[in-house]
């Protein structure tokens, strides 16, 4: 009986700890969102175009496809995400600079490759 309740005391030492990994995991996770979400406020922000966001998001998809092992695929995809949305030449433009953006970014004239 008492070498039950050590491997019964084991395995939910291994349960716990899992848990704990899973929870560590889920925080950091959560804490690249809240990152994705506040680069895109910004963006919305500034008024870029759906049309280039939408080349942001095609192009981490793009760059995640095959997932890189021993990396969680949902991290992965939201720290390719982070760092396109970060790299983005909006957020990085004067402030005069930024009042002419939404003119030239609506213009539907302007094709960009």
Avoid: W, Y
């Avoid at 039950?4 to 005391?9: I, L, N, R």
């Avoid at 009042?99 to 970014?105: D, F, G």
């Amino acid at each position: 009986e008492l070498q039950q309740k050590v491997e019964e005391t084991e395995v939910l030492k291994m349960e716990l700890q899992m848990l704990e990994t899973e929870r560590v995991r889920l925080s950091l996770v959560e804490e690249k969102l809240m990152d994705v979400l506040q680069l895109l406020q910004q963006l919305r922000d500034l008024n870029i175009s759906k049309r280039a966001l939408g080349k942001i998001l095609l192009s981490t998809l793009e760059s995640c496809r095959d997932p890189q092992p021993g990396k969680a695929q949902l991290f992965e995809v939201l720290d390719t995400l982070q760092q396109e949305l970060a790299a983005c030449e909006l957020l990085h433009k004067q402030p005069v600079e930024q009042a002419q953006s939404p003119r030239s970014l609506s213009n539907p004239l302007v094709i960009s490759c």
